[in-house]
Nanobody, 123 residues
Framework: VQLQASGGGLVQAGGSLRLSCVDP????????VGWFRQAPGKEREFVAG????????IYADSVKGRFIISRDNTKNTVYLQMNSLKPEDTAAYYC?????????????????WGQGTLVTVSS
């Protein structure tokens, strides 16, 4: 069973969206979780990561100050609050559970992936 990402949609530039990533098997509460995105014709890239206890968060430079990653382990859910959205943020967004207790910028550090949710930002 994959992680379940949701919350994508169409939004105007400057708007906000909140993505959610749920673990139906309740197995990632001790693991770091990351969000990645992939635009058409481009490679999947790191967006944000969070440690198992929320003590550590990391962000790509392109989203720092605009996006916030958080988690609620009582709900087995990780969130990505996206503010001040830009057209270049348009992509399919994926969440993934890390092999360790911390988030990582490397795709290889993740073991379980969600199916993706599409975010489209219009100018």
């Amino acid at each position: 069973v994959q992680l379940q990402a949701s919350g994508g949609g169409l939004v105007q530039a400057g708007g906000s969206l909140r993505l959610s990533c749920v673990d139906p098997r309740r197995t990632f509460n001790n693991n770091g979780v990351g969000w990645f995105r992939q635009a058409p014709g481009k490679e999947r890239e790191f967006v944000a990561g969070i440690s198992w206890n929320s003590a550590s968060t990391i962000y790509a430079d392109s989203v720092k100050g605009r996006f916030i990653i958080s988690r609620d382990n009582t709900k087995n859910t990780v969130y990505l609050q996206m503010n001040s959205l830009k057209p270049e943020d348009t992509a399919a967004y994926y969440c993934a559970a890390a092999r360790s207790s911390y988030g990582s910028r490397s795709l290889d550090a993740y073991r379980s992936w969600g199916q993706g949710t599409l975010v489209t930002v219009s100018s």
